[in-house]
């Protein structure tokens, strides 16, 4: 296929899209004051887990995190770079809930499956569950809200 047979093709394909206003999204979202890194837990058709990170947000940033994901359930953890906090000591925020861990890697960026356990040289952190019962047309943004404390969640289903 040529070149512009392609484009011609990838054209049609965005048209279609567009059309049909159908794009399922996992997009996260900071207005902290910080930058901030998302990792995030999904299901497998085998009932394992995969977990993935690092998106890194800057404040003020939207970012999708992967527009061909599509999982089931999906749970995401947020962890701020360190900062000095109004008392001049260094921390670091962190969003998540317990109960629910998954692996992940400090180091660096990581991709993990089997990640419902320790990994290589994982570590077992604490995500918070975003839903359980996702549908590919479902678009989901998580935005991490000023104060630190607060996410807020919309999740979009198509109509039905």
């Not at 296929?1 to 054209?11: I, N, P, V, W, Y």
Request: proline fraction near 3%; charged fraction near 25%; aromatic fraction near 12%.
């Amino acid at each position: 296929m040529g070149k512009r047979a392609a484009f011609a093709c990838t054209l049609a394909l965005v048209g279609l899209t567009t059309a049909t206003g159908a794009r399922a999204a996992i997009q996260f979202c900071n207005k902290f004051p910080q930058k901030i890194f998302v990792a995030i837990a999904y299901s497998q058709a085998d009932g394992s887990w995969e977990s993935r990170g690092w998106l890194e947000l800057d404040n003020g940033d939207c970012r999708d995190f992967d527009s061909a994901l599509h999982p089931g359930t999906l749970f995401y953890r947020g962890e701020s770079v360190t900062y000095r906090n109004q008392r001049g000591q260094n921390v670091t925020t962190v969003w998540s809930t317990p109960g629910h861990q998954f692996a992940t890697w400090e180091k660096d960026n990581f991709e993990y499956w089997g990640a419902e356990g320790k990994v290589l040289n994982s570590t077992l952190e604490d995500f918070t569950l975003v839903a359980d019962d996702l549908d590919n047309d479902t678009s989901v943004t998580v935005t991490f809200e000023e104060d630190g404390i607060h996410t807020t969640t919309d999740i979009k289903r198509p109509p039905r």
